[in-house]
């Protein structure tokens, strides 16, 4: 089984860098089209129609895709004032109670947003503005990078709660 969890540990990886090449390039078209607009709406009066709801898409790809592969870098914010001065088996269990806390917690979130994606999708929902822009697109993909994180939560709790089962059997 551990060795099922680090083949699949390692495809997210894989998958994590090149969804965050991705996003870098995504990074730099928001920059371009941003500039292009910005430049042609002051010295043309002539802005680009869109644009905005090209960068909120693109915006959302950006932050919500890139939260599972932070998470499995340890890359999210951690203060761990009071942990760091418990001994080892207290850090670890926890460890396991947040973990516990947070894969709960999404898991509610994500339920509730695959619904917002679906309602969104089956309803054709679009934004108002110069462009109707459809908004389903954005909540498949929040909904998408939210599921990849909860997944992640899962495996850093499977993992954690079998380094203290380890512990307690060698106490």
Not at 23 to 50: C, E, K, N, Q, W
Not at 97 to 122: D, E, N, Q
Not at 160 to 171: Q, T
Request: charged share 15%; hydrophobic share 55%; with cysteine.
């Amino acid at each position: 089984m551990f060795e099922q969890l680090q083949d699949g540990t390692h495809a997210l990886e894989k998958l994590g860098r090149r969804i965050v090449a991705i996003s870098a390039i995504g990074i730099a078209i928001m920059m371009v089209i941003t500039t292009v607009d910005v430049t042609r709406r002051y010295l043309f009066d002539v802005p680009i129609a869109g644009v905005l709801e090209v960068n909120e898409l693109i915006l959302v790809f950006v932050v919500f895709s890139g939260l599972a592969y932070c998470q499995l870098n340890k890359g999210h914010l951690a203060v761990d004032v009071l942990v760091a001065r418990l001994d080892p088996r207290r850090q670890a269990i926890t460890e396991v109670i947040a973990l516990a806390v947070s894969v709960l917690f999404f898991a509610v979130i994500v339920s509730g947003v695959w619904w917002s994606a679906y309602r969104s999708t089956m309803a054709g929902e679009y934004s108002y503005g110069l462009i109707p822009f459809p908004k389903w697109p954005g909540k498949v993909i929040i909904a998408v990078g939210l599921t990849a994180l909860w997944g992640q939560l899962c495996i850093d709790l499977y993992r954690a709660a079998g380094v203290i089962s380890n512990r307690s059997g060698k106490d």
